[in-house]
Nanobody
Framework: QVQLVESGGGLAQAGGSLRLSCAAS????????MGWFRQAPGKEREFVAA????????RYADSVKGRFTISRNNTKNTMYLQMNSLKPEDTAVYYC??????????????????WGQGTQVTVSA
């Protein structure tokens, strides 16, 4: 069992930056592929970025490509999402997730086995 806790959310102005962290406990993250998702009010949870267990494979949603960077530090059991050039449409609750399959990256909510509780990101115009 893996417990995930997100942090780093908050309020930012358009064009600003935030860095989200996802800390894991219970099991070592080095065995899990990881992902970030987000959910805006009234919308379905959507894929943001994913990273394989080793960090060698990374994928982004088109909407964040070139602005967001996913990374992980397996020795610290932590994953990150650096968000730059934020836009009001990035406003959402951001969730991290872990997939027991370590290889590759996956885009669907149903692919992931463990979820954090979410952290709110609000971007003002």
């Amino acid at each position: 069992q893996v417990q995930l806790v997100e942090s780093g959310g908050g309020l930012a102005q358009a064009g600003g930056s935030l860095r989200l962290s996802c800390a894991a406990s219970g099991r070592t993250l080095s065995s899990y592929a990881m992902g970030w998702f987000r959910q805006a009010p009234g919308k379905e949870r959507e894929f943001v970025a994913a990273i394989s267990a080793s960090g060698g494979s990374i994928r982004y949603a088109d909407s964040v490509k070139g602005r967001f960077t996913i990374s992980r530090n397996n020795t610290k059991n932590t994953m990150y999402l650096q968000m730059n050039s934020l836009k009001p449409e990035d406003t959402a609750v951001y969730y991290c997730a872990a997939d027991r399959r370590p290889l590759g990256t996956r885009l669907r909510v149903s692919d992931y086995d463990y979820w954090g509780q979410g952290t709110q990101v609000t971007v003002s115009a």
